[in-house]
């Protein structure tokens, strides 16, 4: 007899988007000659850049002959990214690594969602809320998160998503919100593993280099880990701001690194990322006798859970760092945050509360008059065929927001904002 993993049973099925899809269809179906407008893509649409199809074309013509075929890669990634990725995205910031230290994966959200197997279940964490919801999730399905119980905000209302809302009991949550202008307040007591996200995804918000000092001399004093994703530092166009939580000091010692070619370069199709794990890194045995450097062990953990990430990707990731790749790369995401500068204005225009949108392509916008995150989407959907990410899909403090994205094409871009001020 096999017996299931309870674990997977307490996780909720992904309501936000599924609940999102269905009031769409059936608001097409009642309407079926109005277009809908959707800024609530989380995809990118333009596509890959010359530089970047160019190498990936080469990448095939070699694997096509004999002299040039190649099978398995290393686990951990070709030396030609690992050392393009360390020249550009660190050495540049000052931050040196060494070539071990970076892993080739799939995407950001593999190792985001895998990286927690290396730290024992009983561990507590913490989170920033609203989040990406793979951090809760992948330490739901280990057993560490705790039970949900859900706030029944619905009012009697049996229509209500909001009673489909709630907290895990194990998660620290952060709340990021207007009254502490969305910077999260360091715990009062010991969180042993805490997500970061920033440029934070949905709320669009960053934080300054001395905000994120904080955090990390909290994890050095607590000896406590920080798992950062920065899957959206090529959007940041405040130089003052960290691109890497490497340029804090002590970093080394307290923190791994996610980050994505998906939205920096179009490659959320062809998948190609990596995470950044310091020698300096160590988690401790129960009993407090031994320190292990979590390089090894996930190198380790890798070596047997992973085979590598395409040679035609790698190929792919190493032409963005080239001179052509990088001002191609750089005209897209212009292209992107021209987007945001401009729902940005009109939103702002129009009396809305917006952050984000500035380096990040997301804009976090308060609701009207207080009303919930899922009454704000039905007036959009049916008033102005406009579909937003209600932000209570996040999180419990993502409630009374809404998030917009700045993924889309131009014209529906403009086209929605003309929809939204007519309203
Ligand atoms: C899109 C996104 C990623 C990237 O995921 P990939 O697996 O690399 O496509 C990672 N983190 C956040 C917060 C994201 O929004």
């Given amino acids: 007899m096999a017996l299931v993993n309870d674990h997977f049973l307490k996780l909720a099925d992904n309501y936000l988007f599924a609940d999102i899809a269905k009031k769409v269809n059936a608001f097409k179906a009642t309407h079926p000659r109005k277009r809908?407008?959707?800024?609530?893509?989380?995809?990118?649409?333009?596509?890959?850049?010359?530089?970047?199809?160019?190498?990936?074309?080469?990448?095939?013509?070699?694997?096509?002959?004999?002299?040039?075929?190649?099978?398995?890669?290393?686990?951990?990634?070709?030396?030609?990214?690992?050392?393009?990725?360390?020249?550009?995205?660190?050495?540049?910031?000052?931050?040196?690594?060494?070539?071990?230290?970076?892993?080739?994966?799939?995407?950001?959200?593999?190792?985001?969602?895998?990286?927690?197997?290396?730290?024992?279940?009983?561990?507590?964490?913490?989170?920033?809320?609203?989040?990406?919801?793979?951090?809760?999730?992948?330490?739901?399905?280990?057993?560490?998160?705790?039970?949900?119980?859900?706030?029944?905000?619905s009012n009697g209302d049996p229509t209500s998503i909001n009673k489909k809302h709630g907290v895990w009991?194990?998660?620290?949550?952060?709340?990021?919100?207007?009254?502490?202008?969305?910077?999260?307040?360091?715990p009062e007591r010991r969180v042993d593993m805490i997500y970061l996200c920033y440029p934070n995804n949905p709320t669009g918000t960053v934080l300054t280099k001395e905000q994120l000092r904080q955090w990390v001399n909290y994890a050095l004093r607590n000896d406590a880990l920080i798992l950062f994703d920065a899957a959206y530092e090529s959007f940041i166009q405040d130089p003052t701001i960290p691109h890497s939580i490497y340029e804090i000091k002590g970093a080394r010692r307290c923190a791994i690194e996610f980050r994505s070619f998906s939205k920096t370069a179009g490659f959320t199709g062809v998948r190609c990322g990596y995470t950044v794990v310091p020698k300096e890194v160590t988690a401790v045995t129960i009993d407090g006798s031994q320190r292990f450097s979590l390089n090894q062990l996930w190198e380790r953990r890798q070596s047997t859970k992973f085979n590598g990430t395409s040679y035609v990707a790698q190929r792919g990731a190493e032409a963005i760092y080239t001179?052509?790749?990088?001002?191609?790369?750089?005209?897209?995401?212009?292209?992107?945050?021209?987007?945001?500068?401009?729902?940005?204005?009109?939103?702002?225009?129009?009396?809305?509360?917006?952050?984000?949108?500035?380096?990040?392509?997301?804009?976090?916008?308060?609701?009207?008059?207080?009303?919930?995150?899922?009454?704000?989407?039905?007036?959009?959907?049916?008033?102005?065929?406009?579909?937003?990410?209600?932000?209570?899909?996040?999180?419990?403090?993502?409630?009374?927001?809404f998030r917009l994205t700045a993924f889309g094409q131009r014209e529906d871009i403009e086209e929605a904002m003309e929809r939204m001020k007519g309203r």
């Fill in 36 to 153: 809908v407008v959707s800024l609530g893509i989380g995809d990118v649409t333009q596509p890959l850049c010359p530089a970047v199809v160019e190498a990936m074309h080469k990448a095939v013509d070699e694997l096509s002959v004999q002299a040039s075929f190649r099978g398995y890669g290393p686990e951990h990634g070709y030396d030609f990214l690992r050392e393009a990725i360390i020249r550009h995205d660190f050495l540049k910031r000052g931050v040196h690594l060494d070539k071990d230290e970076v892993f080739i994966n799939d995407g950001a959200k593999s190792d985001t969602g895998n990286f927690q197997e290396l730290l024992r279940w009983d561990n507590s964490i913490g989170v920033t809320d609203p989040i990406y919801p793979v951090y809760i999730d992948s330490n739901v399905m280990i057993g560490r998160a705790g039970i949900y119980s859900q706030t029944d905000e």
């Fill in 169 to 186: 009991s194990n998660v620290n949550y952060f709340p990021c919100t207007a009254e502490n202008q969305f910077v999260p307040q360091l």
């Fill in 323 to 401: 001179p052509e790749g990088r001002n191609q790369v750089r005209e897209t995401i212009g292209f992107y945050m021209e987007n945001a500068r401009m729902m940005r204005e009109s939103l702002v225009k129009m009396g809305y509360q917006v952050v984000g949108g500035e380096n990040a392509p997301y804009l976090w916008v308060k609701t009207p008059n207080g009303q919930s995150s899922w009454k704000f989407f039905d007036e959009m959907l049916y008033g102005c065929g406009v579909v937003v990410t209600p932000g209570v899909g996040f999180g419990p403090s993502g409630e009374g927001y």
